[in-house]
């Protein structure tokens, strides 16, 4: 009760937004069984990180999924939402993530996006990065 206390008594900012958007996607992911092992995982030190962040990665049958997620107004935003330059920089984040974890450098890797649109729309696109990489 307290939670939904708090969450009507944000000041929906554009960051409060995108912050509701991920936790939307991370209950949506534990409600399919996964595991939610990180969220707003910074690749490096600093603000200015060298890969930035990763929203949130989770892990289920020795798969990590490291996630994307975009919120916007309209349907049609979806198309132009993750530019060549995110997608990099995610699977940088994600070439990071392992080095710092070798303990799962041996789990397949799987780069999911989630399109969000308020007030409860979820799009979620599995595989939605194809590049494979060596960490």
């Not at 930035?52 to 049958?61: H, Q, R, T």
């Not at 049609?76 to 939402?81: G, I, N």
């Not at 990071?96 to 979620?124: A, E, G, T």
């Amino acid at each position: 009760m307290m939670f939904m206390i708090k969450l009507c008594s944000l000041k929906i900012t554009s960051n409060n937004a995108g912050k509701l958007a991920e936790f939307m996607c991370r209950c949506y992911m534990r409600l399919l069984g996964y595991r939610i092992i990180a969220k707003d995982y910074r690749c490096g030190r600093g603000k200015n990180t060298p890969y930035g962040e990763l929203d949130f990665i989770a892990l289920k049958n020795k798969t990590l999924i490291f996630c994307e997620v975009k919120k916007r107004k309209s349907n049609s935003d979806f198309l132009f939402a993750l530019s060549p330059r995110q997608q990099k920089r995610i699977l940088n984040g994600a070439q990071y993530f392992i080095r710092k974890n070798p303990q799962f450098s041996s789990f397949s890797q799987r780069f999911d996006v989630f399109f969000v649109r308020f007030p409860l729309h979820i799009k979620h696109i599995k595989n939605a990065l194809h590049q494979d990489f060596v960490a």
